[in-house]
């Protein structure tokens, strides 16, 4: 069982900035990766951005690419989203799970945090 605290999010204007933590607890070992996906209303939930806790490698998808960075400290994961769009508005998870992209592969979750981004 892995518990994980989310918090970070917040209202910034477009080509603002915010920084998402996520604090993981319990057995982390169990967990190669940690990962962050958001959900806009009306959306399916979708990947941004998974790092492993081993090698530090890290994969993001296409559409925060060059904006996004997220990196690790022990078992703190972070998501530093620069230049930020509207269309990045949406509620953000992080998971804790064995990698990849799709959120059916992760099998614990935060409680989500919102990001709103004002135009």
């Known amino acids: 069982q892995v518990q994980l605290v989310e918090s970070g999010g917040g209202l910034v204007q477009a080509g603002g900035s915010l920084r998402l933590s996520c604090a993981a607890s319990g057995r982390t070992f169990d967990s190669y990766a940690m990962a962050w996906f958001r959900q806009a209303p009306g959306k399916e939930r979708e990947f941004v951005a998974v790092?492993?806790?081993?090698?530090?490698s890290t994969y993001y998808a296409n559409s925060v690419k060059g904006r996004f960075t997220i990196s690790r400290d022990k078992n703190t994961v972070y998501l530093q989203m620069n230049k930020l769009k509207p269309e990045d508005a949406a509620v953000y998870y992080c998971?804790?799970?064995?990698?990849?992209?799709?959120?059916?592969?992760?099998?614990?979750w935060g409680q989500g945090t919102q990001v709103t981004v004002s135009s």
């Open positions: 998971a804790a799970g064995p990698g990849g992209i799709s959120r059916e592969r992760y099998n614990n």
């Open positions: 790092i492993s806790w081993s090698l530090g």
